[in-house]
């Protein structure tokens, strides 16, 4: 029988570096939709030989809304916090893209921007975690429609 030492029966682990690039979404209104782009890239030298997985932590006053791409993700922390998992196999020089749309709270201030969100990559392969994560930023616009007279 195999023994948990035997290297045949261990996942190879591959020299990856995976890195978060930062991508603010596009601006919303309160009570509005946008959709963060968690976009992640491998800087190699290997293709990635585990799973990994994306963390996106929202903004308060931030809630996310499926359906995501991947299809895996789910929200978890009162939709606060988004959990993506990408297959193994992203080679060198590409991305990945998790796809998080979010709802404004109606009460958030406009104009202004919601700091405070996070992107992040965990994987076991990485050799640097230097780079694995990136704040952003949602600008918050005020509404085009009509206003109540004052």
């Not at 030298?45 to 993700?73: I, R």
Request: aromatic share 6%; with cysteine; proline share 12%.
């Amino acid at each position: 029988s195999a023994s948990a030492a035997d290297p045949a029966s261990a996942v190879q682990s591959s020299d990856s570096d995976l890195f978060v690039i930062r991508m603010d979404p596009d601006a919303a209104t309160p009570g509005g939709t946008t959709t963060v782009h968690a976009f992640v890239g491998n800087l190699g030298p290997d293709t990635t030989a585990s799973p990994f997985t994306v963390v996106v932590t929202l903004p308060a006053g931030v809630t996310a809304e499926g359906p995501y791409v991947p299809e895996n993700c789910y929200a978890f922390q009162e939709g606060h916090r988004v959990r993506c998992t990408f297959p193994a196999g992203l080679a060198p020089y590409r991305s990945a893209t998790a796809l998080v749309p979010v709802r404004l709270a109606a009460t958030v201030p406009a104009p202004g921007t919601l700091t405070g969100g996070w992107v992040a990559v965990r994987s076991p392969d990485d050799c640097d975690e230097e780079n694995n994560k990136q704040p952003f930023e949602i600008p918050v616009v005020e509404s085009t429609g009509p206003r109540p007279a004052v």
